[in-house]
């Protein structure tokens, strides 16, 4: 029998997955109270403890024992770059398909300002972009001058221009951060290339970001923490979007995760024009995309979320007055761990995730807007259309606790009454009612193929009745 341990060290709970490899099976899940100020090992034990009965009281010998994170605040990361709409954009998708939580996005000349509030937020990581190879190196150089005067920020990813890479590099060099470089992000117009440095963003993520946070204290048990949970989770999506070299894939699909913090959003999609006359315009955007809204999360971000869905609105899902609403997200705000007690909660919870969803899904989707010209109409594109994607997977507690999450998920669906938001037209729902995507996503690192056998096995498709909701 071949065992895996599979570890999520999450901000508030620590959660394991058992399982047999070579059955393809979980044997046990749990979790225990995440203690990062103390001692990572502590919430682990914890865990461990309950899933002993499934094993005779015995834990039994893993062969491998692999672990994701997004305790301590995750990866924690700004993003620097010359145009908002090219090279910081393509900068910023390479760090959310890292797995990591940006914490702010700059264009052009930093100024002083500006490195204040990089110093203020206390990024992990900063990845400097700027111009297409051979094109503008002033701006990158300025703003690695810049960077090097900051106080946060020690590792510095160089992917911007390789004409001046060399030089900031220096530049940091010398004022004692640690710089690397990778391959430009945006080598051209219009042609992204994010994996190389995703690549340096999580080689990273091991080697500093892991022991700066004290996770060396549970490689007494743990052969490392691999990954952010999120690229976990992404490497799980993409698995099973493509398949493996001997098992199929689904095909294209986009994925919504509800958190108490954020909601994230996933696609796994080329995403161009799937109708005649429709022109691309923009950055083209990456196979695998990831979305965070930082505003929409349950309960430690509830309060934005009603300055972002408006109260009205979310009165008028529930049916309940305004007064009742304000005094529920208040309390769920305050107590971040509170579960919905009776109907009335329950249908205030979905009302929050429907909404949440609807609006990261908007926020992630591409759009189509009609332009006149001198020869008529045109209908342009900009970022991905998500209108013929087959699946539609949800994750996430409120989600996968939740008695109907088609009410929910459907949410994500394509409004006939909002045709310029490209979004899912009637996707197959997929629940994720085990919790097994993070975990997939690191068994994939050594068994591909078992991890998507998996996923496939686990994930259940959202039930009739769910979907009429």
């Not at 010359?82 to 910023?92: G, Q, S």
């Not at 190196?137 to 001058?145: F, G, P, S």
């Not at 300055?307 to 305050?334: C, D």
Request: proline fraction near 5%.
């Amino acid at each position: 029998m071949e065992l895996a341990l599979l570890i999520d060290f999450g901000s508030t709970y620590t959660k394991v997955t058992a399982v047999d490899v070579e059955a393809e099976e979980i044997l046990a899940t749990a979790k225990g109270v995440t203690t990062v100020e103390s001692n990572i090992l502590e919430g682990l034990q914890q865990a461990l403890e309950e899933i002993k009965p499934c094993f005779g009281g015995k834990l039994p010998e893993f062969q491998h024992r692999l672990a994701c994170s997004s305790a301590a605040g995750g990866l924690r990361m700004v993003a620097v770059g010359l145009v908002k709409e090219l090279t910081v954009e393509a900068a910023r998708q390479a760090a959310l398909g890292a797995g990591a939580r940006v914490l702010g996005v700059f264009a052009h000349q930093l100024t002083r300002a500006e490195t204040e509030q990089i110093d203020h937020a206390g990024p992990d990581i900063i990845l400097l972009a700027g111009g297409t190879d051979g094109g503008n190196k002033e701006t990158i150089l300025h703003n690695a001058r810049m960077l090097a005067q900051t106080k946060g920020g020690k590792t510095v990813i160089v992917a911007g221009n390789k004409s001046a890479a060399e030089e900031a590099r220096e530049i940091l060099l010398q004022a004692g951060k640690d710089a690397v470089i990778t391959e430009n992000v945006l080598p051209e117009l219009n042609r992204l290339n994010v994996q190389p440095a995703r690549t340096a963003i999580r080689g990273t993520f091991l080697e500093k970001i892991v022991e700066a946070k004290g996770w060396r204290r549970a490689e007494s048990y743990i052969q490392g923490v691999l990954m952010p949970t999120p690229a976990a989770v992404l490497n799980a999506a993409q698995l099973l979007a493509r398949g493996t070299d001997d098992e199929p894939g689904w095909g294209d699909l986009v994925m919504v995760d509800i958190g108490g913090a954020t909601t994230d959003v996933y696609s796994m999609s080329e995403g161009l024009p799937s109708k005649s006359g429709v022109t691309y315009k923009g950055l083209p955007e990456p196979y695998a995309k990831r979305t965070v809204e930082g505003d929409l999360g349950m309960r430690v971000s509830a309060r934005s979320l009603l300055e972002s869905v408006g109260l009205r609105r979310l009165a008028g899902y529930t049916g309940f007055p305004e007064e009742k609403i304000l005094s529920y997200i208040e309390f769920v705000h305050q107590h971040t761990d509170a579960l919905p007690s009776g109907d009335e909660q329950w249908q205030m919870d979905t009302a929050m995730a429907r909404l949440a969803t609807e609006l990261a899904v908007e926020r992630h989707a591409g759009t189509l807007e009609t332009l006149w010209t001198p020869m008529g109409a045109v209908n342009v594109q900009h970022g991905k259309d998500l209108t013929q994607v087959p699946y539609l997977v949800g994750t996430g507690g409120v989600i996968v606790n939740h008695p109907a999450p088609g009410a929910i998920l459907k949410g994500a669906f394509f409004k006939p009454e909002q045709p310029t938001f490209l979004r899912p037209q009637g996707p197959k729902m997929m629940l994720d009612k085990k919790y097994i995507l993070a975990a997939a996503g690191l068994l994939a690192e050594i068994k591909p193929g078992a991890a998507l056998r998996m996923v496939k096995k686990y994930l259940v498709e959202v039930s009739d009745e769910a979907k009429r909701s």
